[in-house]
């Protein structure tokens, strides 16, 4: 018999009868024996109507939506409820790892707070329970009465569900969609479309590379795909193979775990970039023409050794030594992301990483970069309809003393991401909001309509471009949805429906059926080879007779995945044709500078994703509120990360409550004094200080976006820059005992040294100096046991 | 005679936490809340310790996931009074939940600091209840608790092998962590078997045990950190 823990990528049903009749003899004597309710209990379940026995352990695939990674899952389900969620190890972007946050996923599927039933405002100005067909009918009311007024906002990663939220938006006559995206990925699609011509997100072969430098993308910690770049850095540091250089401001987890970090002064990543291809051409070691391809998209020549350090604020024989390694690698590498992207001048300082590459000629070879290319399911739910747009359109939307007309959101948070939202919010005729709980957005709605969680509902993911191939990843539920909560394409569609403009499908999954089946028409029709813009690589359809068959075997087969073979080489800046070649890329280096401190309390603020809460979706789950951030050990909340010397200086001592003052809005939380933060900056974790959001969210530590400026913005890229905000930072008091953070006291309880044996940088061979050199300080926190609790307490 | 072991190459670990959860999912372990976590009352049964070298800028950071390390000469359990953790045959430091009475020796004694104590009953508001684990208890208040390297893991897998009349193959048997590290850090198996992948991984010369000198003759190897360096032209 087999139950419990078995084997991954089957379902572990594999009792024989005559094993069956054994266990359920002996199992039903013994407890006969003792107790007559578990008796009954026993003889009632091989009666269910299951196709699993009783107890066995299903595992079922699925996909992990909870960021637009697409990792391949496995749900370990018993007696319909999913219990254990681990990597596919075939997953075609994670084989077999899941991160923290995609384990959560069934706390957010089993949360004790879910929105399981549509509601409505009442008259009474709270939310009541009301039927589908009423809470529908209140909001296609709302959006017939006024289209063009209507305002969509689709939190779902790019792919079939953000297609067909523009296509139900321009059937009811709305604009295009507003994409709630982190401002990293809009920014990175229009730095690479400067540096390589495409605005495809790159991708990156960082397991075959042998030198990388990363320019601000946080890639271990909560970008792109933590996951599969884990796997791949792993691979590159494997025996100390390659190197990793991560070139940020704040010390990441990406910094922490690097082989050598470049603490840059925050918004000088760009100068950086420009700085290193400086030198490198000096180097005389690249070809002409990749030298050549570089400087066709500057007008200025790069800035020289000594005004790079100057305003990079790093040791200038510290950049020319890095450069001498890249010109020396073999297989080098220049990734960008993260904080480099996050500035006014985001799109800048993003393509002088980018354009690096062209210089060192990693672009469309192995242990380079790539296109960031996919199957386009997007576009073909999408039909006609437009392009969605960037966030900011919200803002600018909604900008204004008139009324805002009708919201829909689905399945984003923008009252939580972006201040000044709150009076257009009140300002609206109906607020629609598709979610699953009742996060900042959903406590303003009018109607609320409930939606299925990952495991929950059929998925139709386009990966996020990791790799360079691309995919459709398809999975049907896991497990039956919780109360009325029903698929948001679905809702989409019924939206539409109610609203009096129908879409042809009943279904979000006989959407993507239909674009499945029309992609399949298409690249028949074009001749069984040749790839047009609506055809799939013919390989993927040659085995299906027609369009039925393909269609199911695609679903049954988890989707589509494309080969090694397809991946490509962006276009290159060259190839654009005349109207649409980027003129000269504005060089970071004669961009001016962020303003020089105000005073000795003036810090820039390094907002940060952490792994435990992301951009906020992580903060209603216990498990990942209580888990020590790794880098501040901090549990339940936020904090303020502040420089041992800084800390010196204004006399803040860990746990120490600080305010920080921006331009519009003040915060307070505790800091937490490190050795590895830049002096003059600040880092603070996004995703705290919820209003609402479920138990363990509400009110659980404070909301840094508070002090965004939504009036910044990514030049060029219609995002929100994060980046280089200026704020003051001024120590308050000693904390109150429920204002402490909650530091992970727990340590080795003898030793203050171990025997971890690294040696230090350049010397010698690597396993020569264990364990002697072995020197490991642990920082102060001072070790606590666990304190008993008191009467009261215990009462 | 099987002696379960693990290995973990530091050189892999990236701090990403995923273990955490994972055991935490697995073994059904409660989230105590901020104010009880204020207390040091958390209940993690593996941790990430982080240590730094240098000052800031030439700062270098390092992470080491800690366990209970199994010991083959366990501090823990001649403190016990009552006799709730031995060393079974296999190796595994047990725990049995019903005999314990909560003196807390043992944590006492652990100098790996991986015991945690129930102050309180678990409590899992519905339906938050729906994912615990069946193959594992959920422990009642006044009673210890620790890694027990899955042991249910352990014995689904010895399990289907004598169902299949077969020994249990190296690499079957996968702890909770283990399975979820994105950068495969961690090996689990048979120390005694010398092809498994643990006893290779034990044998390198990077390997060595935590606190070494107490010898406690832990069941977990650390393989350490080492340095990048150019490789020759």
């Known amino acids: 018999m087999s139950s419990g823990n078995g084997k991954r990528g089957e379902p572990r049903v594999t009792i024989g009868r005559r094993d069956f009749f054994k266990v359920y003899a002996s199992a039903g004597v013994a407890v006969l024996q003792g107790c007559r309710r578990r008796d009954q209990e026993l003889i009632e379940s091989p009666v269910r109507r299951s196709t699993a026995l009783p107890g066995a352990s299903v595992w079922?695939?699925?996909?992990?939506?909870?960021?637009?990674?697409?990792?391949?899952?496995?749900?370990?389900?018993?007696?319909?409820?999913?219990?254990?969620?681990?990597?596919?190890?075939?997953?075609?972007?994670?084989?077999?790892?899941?991160?923290?946050?995609?384990?959560?996923?069934?706390?957010?599927?089993?949360?004790?707070?879910?929105?399981?039933?549509?509601?409505?405002?009442?008259?009474?100005?709270?939310?009541?329970?009301?039927?589908?067909?009423?809470?529908?009918?209140?909001?296609?009311?709302?959006?017939?009465?006024?289209?063009?007024?209507?305002?969509?906002?689709?939190?779902?990663?790019?792919?079939?569900?953000?297609?067909?939220?523009?296509?139900?938006?321009?059937?009811?006559?709305?604009?295009?969609?507003?994409?709630?995206?982190?401002?990293?990925?809009?920014?990175?699609?229009?730095?690479?479309?400067?540096?390589?011509?495409?605005?495809?997100?790159?991708?990156?072969?960082?397991?075959?590379?042998?030198?990388?430098?990363?320019?601000?993308?946080?890639?271990?910690?909560?970008?792109?795909?933590?996951?599969?770049?884990?796997?791949?850095?792993?691979?590159?540091?494997?025996?100390?193979?390659?190197?990793?250089?991560?070139?940020?401001?704040?010390?990441?987890?990406?910094?922490?775990?690097?082989?050598?970090?470049?603490?840059?002064?925050?918004?000088?990543?760009?100068?950086?970039?420009?700085?290193?291809?400086?030198?490198?051409?000096?180097?005389?070691?690249?070809?002409?023409?990749?030298?050549?391809?570089?400087?066709?998209?500057y007008a200025e020549a790069p800035p020289d050794l000594a005004a790079t350090a100057e305003r990079c604020g790093i040791d200038a024989g510290r950049i020319e030594r890095l450069a001498a390694e890249l010109a020396r690698a073999r297989r080098p590498l220049v990734m960008a992301g993260g904080s480099a992207f996050e500035g006014e001048s985001g799109v800048a300082a993003g393509a002088a990483a980018l354009a690096l590459n062209l210089l060192l000629g990693a672009v469309g070879r192995d242990g380079g970069v790539f296109a960031g290319i996919d199957f386009g399911f997007e576009d073909r739910l999408a039909g006609e309809a437009a392009a969605a747009l960037p966030p900011a359109a919200l803002a600018d939307r909604l900008a204004g003393e008139g009324e805002s007309g009708v919201l829909v959101v689905s399945e984003a948070d923008p009252l939580h991401g972006v201040p000044?939202?709150?009076?257009?919010?009140?300002?609206?005729?109906?607020?629609?909001?598709?979610?699953?709980?009742?996060?900042?957005?959903?406590?303003?709605?009018?109607?609320?309509?409930?939606?299925?969680?990952?495991?929950?509902?059929?998925?139709?993911?386009?990966?996020?471009?990791?790799?360079?191939?691309?995919?459709?990843?398809?999975?049907?539920?896991?497990?039956?949805?919780?109360?009325?909560?029903?698929?948001?394409?679905?809702?989409?569609?019924?939206?539409?429906?109610?609203?009096?403009?129908?879409?042809?499908?009943?279904?979000?999954?006989?959407?993507?059926?239909?674009?499945?089946?029309?992609?399949?028409?298409?690249?028949?029709?074009?001749?069984?080879?040749?790839?047009?813009?609506?055809?799939?690589?013919?390989?993927?359809?040659?085995?299906?007779?027609?369009?039925?068959?393909?269609?199911?075997?695609?679903?049954?087969?988890?989707?589509?995945?494309?080969?090694?073979?397809?991946?490509?080489?962006?276009?290159?800046?060259?190839?654009?044709?005349?109207?649409?070649a980027p003129g000269p890329i504005p060089d970071p280096a004669s961009l001016p500078a962020p303003a020089a401190p105000v005073g000795v309390e003036a810090f820039t603020l390094i907002p940060f994703e952490s792994l435990k809460l992301a951009d906020g979706r992580g903060a209603n789950r216990p498990w990942l509120q209580e888990l020590p951030d790794p880098l501040s050990t901090v549990m339940w909340g936020s904090w303020v990360e502040v420089a041992t010397a800084d800390a010196d200086r204004l006399g803040i001592r860990t746990g120490d409550i600080v305010r920080l003052t921006g331009t519009a809005a003040e915060i307070e939380l505790p800091a937490i004094v490190l050795p590895t933060v830049r002096p003059g900056s600040i880092g603070v974790p996004v995703g705290g200080g919820h209003a609402d959001y479920g138990r363990y969210a509400r009110r659980r530590g404070v909301n840094v976006n508070a002090l965004l400026d939504p009036d910044r913005r990514v030049a060029g890229a219609g995002a929100f820059a994060r980046g280089d905000l200026r704020v003051r930072v001024e120590r308050l008091r000693r904390p109150r005992r429920s204002e402490r953070p909650v530091i992970y006291g727990r340590g080795l309880r003898q030793a203050e040294e171990i025997p971890v044996g690294w040696a230090p940088h350049d010397s010698g061979p690597a396993h020569a100096a264990l364990p002697e050199s072995g020197f490991v300080r642990r920082l102060g926190h001072p070790r606590r046991a666990a304190a008993a609790p008191t009467r009261e307490e215990k009462a | 005679m099987t002696r379960w072991g693990m290995a973990i190459d530091l050189d892999r670990c990236t701090g990403c936490e995923a273990c955490v959860v994972a055991c935490a999912a697995e073994n059904n372990i409660q989230t105590v809340g901020e104010e009880q976590a204020r207390e040091g009352r958390a209940m993690h049964w593996l941790r990430i310790e982080r240590y730094y070298e240098g000052e800031f800028p030439n700062v270098r950071t390092r992470f080491m996931p800690v366990l209970c390390q199994q010991c083959g000469a366990a501090p823990c359990e001649p403190v016990c009074p009552v006799y709730a953790t031995y060393r079974n045959p296999e190796g595994l430091n047990a725990m049995v939940y019903s005999r314990c009475i909560g003196t807390r020796f043992c944590a006492n004694n652990c100098p790996y600091t991986v015991r945690v104590f129930n102050w309180f009953d678990a409590e899992f508001p519905a339906p938050l209840d729906s994912q615990l684990n069946p193959d594992v208890s959920v422990r009642p208040g006044g009673v210890m608790e620790k890694c027990t390297f899955c042991v249910q893991r352990i014995q689904a897998g010895k399990?289907?092998?004598?169902?299949?009349?077969?020994?249990?193959?190296?690499?079957?048997?996968?702890?909770?962590?283990?399975?979820?590290?994105?950068?495969?850090?961690?090996?689990?198996?048979?120390?005694?078997?010398?092809?498994?992948?643990?006893?290779?991984?034990?044998?390198?010369?990077?390997?060595?045990?935590?606190?070494?000198?107490?010898?406690?003759?832990?069941?977990?190897?650390?393989?350490?950190?080492?340095?990048?360096?150019?490789p020759a032209e």
């Not at chain 1, 018993?78 to 969620?85: E, F, G, P, Q, S």
């Not at chain 1, 009943?506 to 790839?531: C, K, M």
């Not at chain 1, 393909?550 to 060259?574: I, K, S, Y």
């Not at chain 2, 034990?202 to 406690?216: M, N, V």
Request: overall charge negative; glycine content about 10%; proline content about 7%.
């Open chain 1, 60 to 297: 079922r695939r699925s996909i992990c939506e909870q960021c637009g990674a697409g990792c391949e899952i496995e749900v370990r389900t018993v007696d319909r409820l999913a219990k254990k969620i681990e990597g596919l190890p075939d997953g075609f972007v994670n084989a077999g790892g899941v991160c923290a946050l995609g384990h959560s996923a069934l706390q957010e599927l089993y949360h004790p707070d879910r929105v399981t039933e549509p509601m409505r405002r009442g008259s009474s100005g709270e939310l009541e329970p009301v039927s589908w067909e009423e809470a529908l009918e209140t909001a296609a009311t709302a959006i017939a009465a006024a289209p063009d007024a209507t305002t969509v906002v689709a939190g779902a990663p790019s792919g079939p569900l953000l297609g067909l939220w523009r296509r139900v938006a321009a059937t009811v006559g709305a604009p295009p969609p507003v994409h709630w995206q982190p401002a990293d990925g809009i920014v990175e699609r229009e730095a690479a479309r400067l540096a390589f011509g495409e605005s495809t997100r790159p991708a990156y072969d960082l397991a075959r590379s042998d030198y990388v430098v990363s320019v601000g993308a946080p890639f271990l910690d909560r970008w792109r795909s933590p996951v599969h770049f884990g796997a791949a850095w792993a691979e590159l540091t494997a025996d100390r193979r390659g190197k990793l250089v991560q070139v940020e401001a704040r010390h990441s987890l990406t910094a922490a775990n690097a082989d050598e970090w470049l603490p840059v002064r925050p918004g000088s990543e760009g100068v950086l970039a420009r700085g290193l291809a400086g030198l490198l051409m000096a180097s005389g070691k690249f070809p002409e023409d990749a030298r050549a391809a570089y400087e066709a998209l």
């Open chain 1, 420 to 580: 000044g939202l709150e009076a257009a919010f009140e300002r609206a005729g109906t607020v629609v909001v598709l979610s699953a709980f009742f996060d900042d957005t959903t406590s303003r709605a009018d109607v609320v309509l409930p939606v299925q969680t990952d495991l929950e509902r059929f998925q139709a993911v386009e990966p996020d471009p990791v790799r360079g191939v691309p995919a459709l990843l398809i999975a049907s539920p896991t497990v039956a949805p919780r109360g009325e909560a029903r698929h948001p394409g679905d809702v989409a569609l019924a939206l539409a429906a109610a609203a009096g403009s129908a879409l042809p499908w009943p279904g979000f999954q006989e959407a993507v059926e239909s674009a499945l089946s029309g992609a399949f028409a298409a690249t028949r029709a074009a001749g069984g080879g040749a790839s047009g813009p609506v055809a799939l690589p013919a390989s993927l359809v040659a085995g299906a007779l027609n369009a039925r068959q393909f269609v199911r075997r695609t679903t049954d087969a988890g989707g589509l995945v494309g080969t090694e073979e397809m991946r490509r080489a962006p276009a290159g800046p060259a190839s654009g044709d005349a109207d649409e």
């Open chain 2, 159 to 230: 399990d289907e092998a004598a169902q299949e009349e077969r020994e249990v193959a190296d690499g079957e048997i996968k702890t909770a962590c283990q399975q979820s590290c994105p950068t495969k850090a961690i090996a689990f198996g048979d120390l005694e078997d010398p092809d498994s992948e643990v006893s290779r991984w034990a044998e390198s010369p990077r390997a060595f045990s935590l606190l070494g000198d107490l010898d406690t003759r832990p069941g977990v190897v650390y393989l350490s950190g080492t340095e990048w360096r150019e």
